[in-house]
């Protein structure tokens, strides 16, 4: 039976998905398989590397420092949050809280990140294989929210945020041989995805990058598709959505430790859903 876990990310909303894990690190419960969009790939990275607390610590402490997000790294940088301090200065080997490279590496559970190509629109995903000591550079490009952020190059190739590809891979992890996924949402359930937003980015971006601009006006409708896919395999019993039924305040750039904790605090009481499901 092989079981696999997808983060969707959601910017600092993620800190809900960061509570789920957790959790699970708590009671020991192990995946065989992670996929993670934008910043559910480094949710999912502290997992499998058994690093219980570090994500939140990055969302209710490093996440309210101007190196970390603000509008003088967009002024300066091209990009409101900084990648480079993110996933390299803070987590390098010599870094304020490294992530444990080698605990991910020998850790047998399959790892994949979504990024989309600026370029094509389309998704493409990094397994295990393409990260490195201190060369985090996959996070970087999933988590590139068009516009806020500049695309991340990785060999030539331009990313943004793994959300534009593929939302909600549920797909991707039964095609990767999954019998039964969990997919961590960080909204609720029944709240559909609306354009509005995306089709203002898509409008910064469409000049230099119009196929991703395109994905990005698509995004709502495959977030809101690949959810009622979701949902179909709940009811056949080989899925399991877990999703706060109030995100607490907490939007994708908003940063209000207060709202965080108790949204991360929500997680991990939802954590126990999973624990359920699995028998």
């Given at each position: 039976?092989?079981?696999?876990?997808i983060?969707?990310?959601?910017?600092?909303?993620?800190i809900?998905?960061?509570?789920?894990?957790?959790?699970?690190?708590?009671?020991?419960?192990?995946?065989?398989?992670?996929?993670?969009?934008?910043?559910?790939?480094?949710?999912?990275?502290?997992f499998?590397?058994?690093?219980?607390g570090?994500?939140?610590?990055?969302?209710?402490?490093?996440?309210?420092?101007?190196?970390?997000?603000s509008?003088?790294?967009?002024?300066?940088?091209?990009?409101?949050?900084d990648?480079?301090?993110?996933?390299?200065?803070?987590?390098?080997?010599?870094?304020e809280?490294?992530?444990?490279?080698?605990?991910?590496?020998?850790?047998?559970?399959?790892?994949?990140?979504?990024?989309a190509?600026?370029?094509?629109?389309?998704?493409?995903?990094?397994?295990?294989?393409?990260i490195?000591?201190d060369?985090?550079?996959?996070?970087?490009?999933?988590?590139?929210?068009?516009?806020?952020?500049?695309?991340?190059?990785?060999?030539?190739?331009?990313?943004?945020?793994?959300?534009?590809?593929?939302?909600?891979?549920?797909?991707?992890?039964?095609?990767?041989?999954?019998?039964?996924?969990?997919?961590?949402?960080?909204?609720?359930?029944?709240?559909?995805?609306?354009?509005g937003?995306?089709?203002?980015?898509?409008?910064?971006?469409?000049?230099?990058?119009p196929?991703?601009?395109?994905?990005?006006?698509?995004?709502?409708?495959?977030?809101?598709?690949?959810?009622?896919?979701?949902?179909e395999?709940?009811?056949?019993?080989?899925?399991l959505?877990?999703?706060?039924?109030?995100?607490?305040?907490?939007?994708?750039?908003?940063?209000?430790?207060?709202?965080?904790?108790r949204?991360?605090?929500?997680g991990?009481?939802?954590?126990?859903?999973v624990?359920?499901?699995?028998?």
């Amino acid at each position: 039976m092989k079981t696999g876990i997808i983060d969707v990310g959601g910017g600092f909303r993620g800190i809900y998905a960061c509570g789920v894990l957790d959790y699970c690190l708590d009671q020991n419960i192990r995946f065989d398989l992670g996929i993670g969009v934008s910043a559910g790939s480094a949710n999912l990275a502290s997992f499998i590397a058994g690093q219980k607390g570090r994500n939140f610590t990055f969302y209710t402490e490093y996440g309210l420092r101007k190196q970390y997000a603000s509008v003088g790294n967009f002024m300066r940088k091209g990009s409101f949050i900084d990648m480079d301090y993110v996933y390299g200065t803070l987590s390098d080997h010599n870094g304020e809280y490294p992530l444990d490279y080698a605990a991910l590496r020998d850790n047998p559970m399959e790892f994949i990140v979504v990024a989309a190509n600026a370029v094509t629109g389309e998704a493409e995903y990094f397994d295990k294989g393409e990260i490195r000591q201190d060369d985090y550079s996959v996070f970087k490009a999933s988590s590139s929210i068009p516009f806020v952020c500049k695309p991340y190059v990785i060999q030539g190739t331009p990313y943004y945020d793994g959300a534009l590809g593929d939302p909600v891979p549920v797909e991707k992890a039964f095609a990767l041989g999954c019998d039964r996924v969990i997919v961590l949402l960080t909204k609720p359930e029944g709240v559909l995805r609306t354009p509005g937003r995306d089709e203002k980015l898509a409008a910064r971006i469409r000049r230099k990058y119009p196929n991703a601009a395109k994905s990005l006006r698509q995004r709502a409708d495959r977030y809101n598709e690949s959810v009622a896919l979701a949902q179909e395999y709940v009811r056949q019993g080989k899925a399991l959505i877990v999703s706060p039924d109030d995100t607490c305040g907490v939007s994708t750039l908003s940063r209000d430790p207060a709202d965080m904790k108790r949204l991360y605090a929500k997680g991990y009481a939802d954590g126990e859903k999973v624990k359920a499901f699995l028998g």
